[in-house]
């Protein structure tokens, strides 16, 4: 297991360290009880200074695991996390657990008093040592969350975003290098949650903050985060771009949590005329259905999702969902051609 002192610095490459505010190396962390699992499976990773990093997967992936070993509130079983080249000092290492170059925003709003004010739960991060210092910041970072109009309401009072950004402003007062945030649109109402992302963007562009996030939902994510990390069972399948993730998916696990994607087997996908080796991964916008009553695939269902209907295409043998962007979708039961505009094939076989 590697040393845990809160004052080792090890500088192994330091053009990676310029560009890479956190660096995790072989990291682990495993839960112990009636069965041991392991949250976070020998992991290594990069994440970049002065950018949004989103950690995405589904439930039970280990990104709630990995944010808080970034954070130190838990010691990795092997391997660790540094800051800017220090060691991240853990909950043995420190009375108060937490880098102190970072805040974290916790999922259930833990760190607000929720029967004080909003002015009070901000405005108590500073100390009384130059009041009139503490009531211009404390203003400042009302005004930059767009909430300086609740300052005497009750953060109980609050809805989920209003109390969301209370709980950002709050981490923020006092300048932090990094904010973690545990899946901080969960609670904020779909309408508003575009609206506290670009906050969050312009925030990062104006003070150069380090923002590490993570979520079960990439649609939250895809148009706000630098960097996509992709977990799955412990482990990173994927990271980069959102763009490049969602054409060109290294996994086929990726496909599926950005776009929903088909992912076909070798038979399955020469059922459509495609003859790979490999599994495939069709999005649901690149299959054009033609209707054709002569056709051996049909339209099995029909969801209304708004502006775009989703249809359930295909035979006994396959099964395919497509987006198609129409008025009056072809009724459930009529045969239909299935053209494929574009797929992507991956190395492994298995999903």
Same mark, same amino acid.
């Given at each position: 297991m590697a040393t845990t002192s809160s004052c080792k610095y090890i500088p192994t490459d330091?053009?990676?360290? *310029?560009?890479a505010a956190i660096h995790g190396e072989n990291l682990t962390s495993i839960f112990t009880g009636k069965k041991e699992v392991i949250a976070v499976d020998n992991i290594s990773f990069d994440i970049?200074? #002065? #950018?949004? /990093?989103?950690i995405i997967g589904e439930s039970g992936s280990g990104k709630s695991t990995l944010l808080k070993l970034i954070y130190g509130l838990l010691e990795p079983n092997d391997g660790e996390v540094r800051y800017k080249g220090w060691l991240v000092p853990t909950r043995k290492d420190k009375l108060i657990p937490g880098h102190d170059a970072m805040k974290m925003v916790s999922q259930g709003f833990d760190d607000l008093n929720l029967y004080a004010k909003v002015w009070d739960n901000i405005a108590s991060q500073l100390p009384n040592t130059n009041i009139e210092y503490k009531k211009e910041r404390t203003e400042k970072t009302l005004k930059k969350l767009k909430i300086d109009h609740l300052t005497q309401q009750r953060v109980a009072d609050l809805s989920g975003g209003e109390r969301q950004r209370v709980a950002i402003a709050r981490a923020l007062i006092n300048d932090p290098e990094v904010l973690l945030m545990d899946e901080p649109f969960n609670q904020v109402d779909a309408a508003f949650r575009d609206g506290l992302q670009q906050d969050i963007k312009q925030i990062v562009v104006e003070t150069g903050l380090t923002v590490v996030l993570i979520s079960h939902d990439p649609a939250e994510v895809l148009a706000m985060a630098d960097t996509l990390i992709v977990m799955r069972n412990g482990k990173?399948? *994927?990271?980069? =771009?959102?763009?490049n993730l969602y054409y060109k998916p290294k996994?086929?696990? /990726?496909? %599926?949590?950005?776009? #929903?994607? @088909?992912?076909?087997?070798?038979p399955q996908a020469s059922k459509l005329n495609i003859h790979q @080796? =490999? /599994?495939?991964? %069709?999005h649901q916008e690149w299959i054009d259905v033609i209707a054709n009553q002569n056709s051996n695939f049909s339209i099995l269902d029909i969801k209304f999702r708004g502006f775009y209907s989703e249809y359930v295409v295909g035979n006994k043998e396959i099964a395919l969902h497509a987006i198609v962007k129409t008025e009056t979708p072809i009724p459930i039961g009529t045969g239909v051609d299935i053209k494929i505009l574009n797929f992507i094939s991956f190395e492994a076989q298995l999903l």
């Open positions: 330091t053009q990676k360290l *310029d560009v970049e200074e #002065k #950018k949004i /990093t989103a990173i399948v *994927d990271a980069g =771009n959102p763009k996994h086929p696990y /990726t496909a %599926i949590l950005l776009a #929903k994607s @088909n992912i076909l087997t070798p @080796n =490999n /599994t495939i991964a %069709i």
